[in-house]
């Protein structure tokens, strides 16, 4: 007996074939769709037939019947069809953009070549003119977010550009570059937002200034921040400013100046006209602003401050050394500071502070000799700490931190603190110091002046005498502390190692 063999179809896992399995569904799916289509066609001319002969009158009641029961067929059909054509969408409703006011279209050349200032005004013009979303501070529109858009072009600028009077926020200008004319004017700045006539308590808020070259040709300044609040300065390239700031902060509040490089002259260090760069990086005249993750990279003064609670961190300034006459950072605020300087990174240029009250200096790397010059101007030096930085130098014994006593002494020394910083190649300075000194007799010295930061000062000893002779127990004594030098006395001379411990800041 043979078994019946079972019948195995092939699986066809070629593409072809899958393609024309595909197309099949789809002519399929054309069949169930177009049938239903043409029963309804059919069912409409046979009511029409059936209707036609009803109203002529040759119709028997059979066939009145059976027309009857036609129609009703075809209205069925007709009801369950799906509709043949889609009715148009519902257009969406209108949503407007963001305003953004383009200065091209207002007649800016974007190629530099022609005088632009005319064309960027009325961009600005027409943006504070725009409607707002209420106000921010008291007197300030808000503008919504609305952006002057420089296109990525570059233009020539006579005038300073800015808004007709005060009282706009949340504006963005961004996105070019701006070059000063040979006959820009020397003492203003390309971008001002001021308005001397203004009575309002803040002129400006939330203004951000983002992804400009501002070149200033040597004229004027490039920015100028007069009594706004909460500006924003941000990835920002700023060059060629003349003798005066690149960038000015006066009164108001939070500025917030991050991601910029700023230099008279574009180097990139070892320049051979660096004894005569002039003008200062950024100067803040006001309170409770901060420089973040920013180089300048040539200048007379990287930074000069006037104003407190100002915050500087991740500062580079490799600008006009030191042994030229630069500054890095200079702290102009006698007798009130309250200044920090943490995480940054002076390069052959060091710090200045006049009278520091409340300045924290720390976490900073200081290159080529790079010091901190503590300058008197009343004596007053109070609440000061330096601590946890980095001083790296030549080898020619150059003080890490330094006094200028030349107007007057300092007299009023309270809680300073400098200790804990790493030193290569300088002269350590400290206001805590540890030393100890060996002998046989009844009189030891300990001489911390070749450490200890302020002259013949120190507020607080603390000291231990180890006797090596045994059974020996002397009598001993601190007996003097001027000059910087400790001296320790026993009653009786005796063999012994006397380590002390000075601090002048508490």
Sequence with gaps: MYKSAKCVTPIRKDKSLYNVSMEETMELRKTQVA???????????????????????????????????????????????????????????????????????YGADPTGKLDSTDAILKAMEDAFDGPNHGVLMQGINDLGGARIDLQGGSYLISRPLRFPSAGVGNLL?????????????????????????????????????????????????????????????????????????????????????????????????????ERNFSGTAVNLMGNDNAVTDTVIFSARVGVMISGQANLLSGVHCYNKATGFGGTGIYLRLP????????????????????????LQISGTFFLGDAFILLKSIAGVVRGVNIVDNMFSGSGHGIQIVQLDQRNT???????????????????????????????????????????????????????????????????????????????????????????????QGV
């Design 35 to 105: 049938m239903p289509v043409f029963l309804a066609i059919m069912s409409l001319m046979v009511s029409q037939v059936v209707f036609a002969e009803k109203y002529s009158g040759s119709m028997s009641p059979h066939d009145r019947k059976l027309a009857e029961m036609q129609a009703l067929k075809a209205s069925l059909v007709r009801r369950n069809l799906p509709a043949l054509v889609s009715p148009p969408p519902t257009p969406p409703q209108a949503v407007p953009g963001p305003r953004v006011y383009q200065v091209i279209s």
């Design 173 to 273: 200008i961004s996105g070019g570059t701006l070059r000063a004319s040979n006959d820009f004017p020397v003492d203003r700045y390309l971008i001002e937002l001021k308005d001397e006539s203004s009575k309002l308590q803040y002129i400006f808020e939330y203004i951000t200034l983002r992804d400009l070259l501002i070149d200033c040709n040597y004229r004027g300044g490039a920015i100028a921040v007069i009594n706004s609040l909460r500006t924003s300065i941000d990835n920002c390239y700023i060059t060629r400013f003349g003798d005066t700031n690149g960038i000015l902060v006066k009164s108001g509040h939070e500025t917030y100046i991050r991601n910029s490089f700023l230099g008279q002259h574009i180097t990139a260090g070892g320049d051979r006209g």
């Design 335 to 358: 007798g009130l500071t309250q200044n920090r300087i943490v995480n940054s990174y002076l390069d052959y240029t060091g710090i200045v502070a006049e009278d520091p009250v409340q």
């Design 409 to 503: 002494a300092f007299e009023d020394v309270d809680q300073v603190v400098v200790d804990r910083n790493s030193v290569n190649g300088m002269g350590e300075r400290s206001t805590v110091a540890r030393g100890s000194v060996d002998g046989n007799g009844t009189s030891w010295t300990v001489d911390f002046n070749p450490v200890l930061l302020f002259p013949d000062l120190i507020k607080h000893v603390q000291y231990t005498l180890v006797a090596r002779e045994a059974g020996a127990f002397p009598l001993h004594a601190v007996r003097n502390v001027s000059g910087n030098r400790v001296v320790v006395e026993t009653n009786a001379p005796v063999t012994a190692t006397v380590y002390v411990t000075v601090n």
